[in-house]
């Protein structure tokens, strides 16, 4: 198997602009998790979706983030508008177990925003 | 208020000796506890979970013990080599059931 998989690896991007990142779960997989990782605060959950149902979006900062998962395989996060504070490193994981069990991480999205 | 420590300091050893990194929690009652590895550039990787219930955990040259009442996880690993210098995160779920909360790392670095 592939392993999760996400694009892009890398987007430089202008505050206000659009931003899309997506992640392929791994196969068989039913727990897709969205974390964000800065040197500030380390990793930060920002929403998990079970059998494609969102759980707990309690970490999506704001209503600028929005994510969804239009199949058992494939979820988008969606930045509209981007500012400089969103820059990150954005990754995306899945689980066979659910929410407690083993996370498999993909390599990540860095963001930045100017 | 509740949180995850772990040393924000970088540990420095020796190749060959053993690395021991510490993950204290507060006010969490987690049913288990994760540890995973994260090299530059790159996301975390699973290396091994315990549960409540179990004190110490093996898996070839990593340990990993739990103490609920000391509200704390160790971390081993013997007979360190350079190609274990990573970063080092612990994840736990603050309570039974609930989803996976990470620590913010601590960076070990093994000399050779």
């Known amino acids: 198997d592939a392993g999760v998989i996400q694009s892009p690896r890398h987007e430089v991007t202008e505050m206000g602009q659009e931003v899309t990142l997506r992640c392929k779960l791994i196969s068989g997989h039913n727990s897709l998790f969205w974390y964000r990782q800065t040197m500030m605060r380390g990793l930060e959950l920002l929403i998990y979706f079970n059998n494609n149902v969102p759980i707990d979006d309690s970490g999506m900062p704001e209503d600028r983030f929005s994510a969804k998962m239009p199949n058992a395989s494939f979820s988008t996060l969606k930045i509209q508008p981007s500012e400089p504070r969103d820059s990150a490193v954005y990754f995306c994981?899945?689980?066979?177990?659910?929410?407690?069990?083993?996370?498999?991480f993909g390599e990540g999205s860095r963001l930045t925003v100017l | 208020s509740q949180k995850i420590e772990q040393n924000s300091e970088a540990l420095n050893i020796q190749e060959g000796k053993t690395a021991t990194l510490t993950c204290n929690y507060t006010n969490y009652s987690p049913a288990y506890l994760q540890w995973y590895r994260q090299d530059p550039g790159r996301g975390p990787v699973f290396l091994l979970l315990i549960r409540e219930n179990e004190k110490e955990k093996r898996k070839e040259r990593l340990k990993v013990t739990f103490d609920t009442t000391l509200k704390q996880s160790l971390f081993h690993i013997t007979a360190s080599q350079p190609a274990d210098s990573a970063t080092y995160l612990c994840?736990?779920?603050?309570?039974?059931?609930?989803?996976?909360?990470f620590g913010t790392g601590t960076r070990l670095a093994v000399r050779p």
């Open positions: 994981a899945s689980s066979a177990t659910g929410s407690t069990g083993e996370l498999f």
């Open positions: 994840a736990l779920d603050i309570f039974t059931g609930d989803k996976l909360t």
